[in-house]
C-alpha cells in the first residue's frame, strides 16, 4: 500500500538549515508527483511545494520560494525538502502528500508528518 | 493566487445534526474542489474531490456540492466521530491554496 514517511525534522535556530525526507513505497515514484503540506501550532494547512513527477518541474509558495529547494532521489524513492534561512514561521509539521493520479492536485495519501521547531 | 474562504470557522452541533460548511474561492475554479478531515494529532484526511466526489470508505452522511467560486460541504446527521476540523482545498492549480477551515465542536 502507498506509504510516505517524513523524518529530519528538529530544532533549529533562525537563520538555519533543515533537510526534510519523504520516504516513500508502494507506488512508482518516478511516474507520481508529491507536495510538501505544513501546519503551524494551532493553525491551518499551507501548501509548500510541489515536485512533478517529470523530477524536475518544481513549484513553491511564494513564503518559502528562494529559501526551499525540492530534490528526488530516484535510488531511494525519496523527495527531499531542504530549507535555509529558516525563519520563526516555518515552525510547523511538514507533511508529504500525493494523489492517485500523476500529478493531482487532491492530496489522498498523506504521511504522518515531521515537527519543525525554529527557536533560538 | 486563488483565495479559498471558508465559513464559519467553528460551529457547535449535537449528535444528529445537519451540518453545513460553505467555502468560496476568489475565482471561478469549475469543480476542482476537495474537502478534508482532520482530527487533533492526526494527518488530513481526503473526504472529497471534484467537489461532490466521495472517497472510497467516506460514510453518505458527508457529501459535496457546488461548482464555479461557492462550495459546501454537507454532513446529513452528524456522529461522535465526525467531530474534526474541516478544510477545503483548490486543486485547479498551484499554487494550492486551502480555507481556513471549520472547527465542529458538540454542543
Known amino acids: 500500500q502507498v506509504q510516505l514517511v517524513e523524518s529530519g525534522g528538529g530544532v533549529v535556530q533562525p537563520g538555519g538549515s533543515l533537510r526534510l525526507c519523504c520516504a516513500t513505497?508502494?507506488?512508482?515514484?518516478?511516474?507520481?508527483?508529491i507536495h510538501w503540506v505544513r501546519q503551524a501550532p494551532g493553525k491551518g494547512l499551507e501548501w509548500v511545494a510541489f515536485?512533478?513527477?517529470?523530477?524536475?518541474?518544481?513549484y513553491y509558495a511564494d513564503s518559502v520560494r528562494g529559501r526551499f529547494t525540492l530534490s528526488r532521489d530516484i535510488s531511494k524513492n525519496t523527495l527531499n525538502l531542504q530549507m535555509n534561512s529558516l525563519k520563526s514561521e516555518d515552525a510547523a509539521v511538514y507533511y508529504c502528500?500525493?494523489?492517485?493520479?500523476?500529478?493531482?492536485?487532491?492530496?489522498?495519501?498523506w504521511g504522518q508528518g515531521t515537527l519543525v521547531t525554529v527557536s533560538s | 493566487d486563488i483565495q479559498m474562504t471558508q465559513s464559519p470557522s467553528s460551529l457547535s452541533a449535537s449528535v444528529g445534526d445537519r451540518v453545513t460548511i460553505t467555502c468560496r474561492a476568489s475565482?471561478?475554479?469549475?469543480?476542482?474542489l476537495s474537502w478534508y478531515q482532520q482530527k487533533p494529532e492526526k494527518a488530513p484526511n481526503l473526504l472529497i474531490e471534484?467537489?461532490?466526489s466521495l472517497q472510497s470508505g467516506v460514510p453518505s452522511r458527508f457529501s459535496g456540492s457546488g461548482s464555479g467560486t461557492d462550495f459546501t460541504l454537507t454532513i446529513s446527521s452528524l456522529q461522535p466521530e465526525d467531530f474534526a476540523t474541516y478544510y477545503c482545498?483548490?486543486?485547479?492549480?498551484?499554487?494550492?491554496?486551502f480555507g481556513g477551515g471549520t472547527k465542529v465542536e458538540i454542543k
Open positions: 482545498q483548490q486543486s485547479y492549480t498551484a499554487p494550492l491554496t
Open positions: 515536485s512533478r513527477s517529470d523530477g524536475s518541474t518544481t
Open positions: 502528500t500525493k494523489g492517485t493520479s500523476t500529478d493531482d492536485y487532491s492530496l489522498h495519501f
Open positions: 513505497s508502494g507506488f512508482t515514484f518516478s511516474t507520481y508527483g
Open positions: 471534484d467537489a461532490s
Open positions: 475565482q471561478s475554479i469549475s469543480n476542482f
